[in-house]
């Protein structure tokens, strides 16, 4: 099993710029800074400002990496010890998760337990049990495979 490094500074650094984005786009737009939600703005029908919003929040998304390539000259690696066909699957559950719970983990988690969101205080919940109870099921019970 791999080891992971011991990162404050980023971690902390990460999660603060998270949390601004967040306050700034409600700020700026009246929107939850909930990444599927977000997705789904690209999807007709559209309203108001949510195609812009969306887009613009998403590009940054996927701009972020070039940027930090652009400032600091070293490249984010992204590795999975998993297959093609299993991320797509496990991003399909968390979209039918996302939709059963109105929410998904970053609009809940970031937005809605700092807004004290009754629902949100029910779904973060469950969702880190569901998250500790498939790495026990995947690492102890199935055992072998990508996850040790």
């Known amino acids: 099993m791999a080891v992971s490094e011991f990162t404050p500074l980023s971690s902390l650094s990460g999660g ?18 909930g990444v599927s939600g977000l997705l789904r703005g690209l999807l007709p029908p559209y ?10 929040f998403l590009a940054g998304l996927v701009a972020a990496p070039v940027v930090w390539l652009w400032i600091t000259g070293v490249p984010v690696h992204l ?32 937005c809605g337990l ?17 998250a500790a109870i498939t790495v026990f099921i995947l690492r102890h019970l199935i055992g072998g495979g990508p996850w040790g």
């Not at 603060?16 to 800074?33: D, E, K, N, Q, Y």
């Not at 309203?47 to 613009?56: E, N, P, Q, R, Y």
């Not at 010890?81 to 968390?94: C, D, K, M």
Request: hydrophobic share 50%; with cysteine.
């Open 16 to 33: 603060a710029l998270i949390g601004a984005s967040a306050v700034l786009l409600l700020l700026f737009s009246g929107r939850i800074a």
């Open 114 to 130: 700092s807004r004290l969101s009754p629902r949100s205080l029910v779904a973060v919940p469950v969702f880190m049990a569901t």
């Open 79 to 110: 590795e999975s010890p998993t297959s093609s066909w299993t991320t797509l699957a496990g991003g399909l559950l968390v979209g039918i998760g996302a939709a059963l719970s109105r929410g998904c983990t970053s609009g809940h988690g970031v």
């Open 47 to 56: 309203t108001g400002d949510a195609f812009g919003v969306s887009l613009a």
